[in-house]
């Protein structure tokens, strides 16, 4: 084993802990996936989590200037095929082994930026931030799922998109306390807590469900190696999203509501049993 490709495995490992460490969901979705994409998906998540943390977590720091430098740090490692943060040095060797667009990577940190500046969204703002935010990171998973097949990866793109932007959106309701009291953020347009009635959220989750239907027919089309870890996060989140569609307006205005372990594990088991025996 010659050191540079140790120095590539120690970095792989490290973006993996650091999965574990911030997303047991996210975690056990991977492991779902076949041994040779799990190390280049959490190198993926690995990536957004930094840049995630920048904006949403070090507020005592120049944010701007740690996520410019970040962002050039970025740019820098794909360049030089090298980096000194590990987790940018396994985020490049993905970027060129599967060819992940450098618009991709470009849409969503702009979309972090928005975040350091921006606390309210209108219709056209709001569809660019998913759009960084999320799809961007649903087309670079799948650029790793279809392994270079341009013709499957343009077939399923669409879907693509819509099952990250699903998630965001669920995420968004999720934490609408938080985003409000501690990042004064309020990401749907248009919508405030005076405005967040039992009626403004159903057409939120109507938005989702109608998202959640494009993705699956996507989700079905996957290979093999990929399409069960994707069906599980599908899973928990459309379970959460159900969850939270029972809930009234005035509760999510105050809490962050969550699925219990032993509701993620039944998710897990039920996903896999359905998987294997092709009733997907």
Known sequence: MNDVY???????????VLTRKYSTSFSLGIRMFEKSLRAPIASIYGFVRLADEIVDSFYHVDQDKYLDRFWKETHEAIEQKFSLNPVLHAFQEVVHQYHIDREYIDAFLES???????TEHDEASYKRYIYGSAEVVGLMCLKVFVKGNQQVFDSLKESACALGSAFQKVNFLRDFASDLNDRKRVYFPGVSPETLTDQAKKMI??????EFKLAFQGIKRLPLGSRLGVYLAYRYYT???????RAEASTILQERLRLPDHVKYNILLQSYLRFRLNLL
């Open 6 to 16: 140790l120095y590539s495995q120690v970095c792989q490992d490290l973006s993996q």
């Open 239 to 245: 379970t959460l999203l159900n969850r939270l569609s």
């Open 205 to 210: 989750e109507q938005d989702i469900h109608q």
């Open 112 to 118: 972090m930026a928005m975040d350091l500046h921006q």
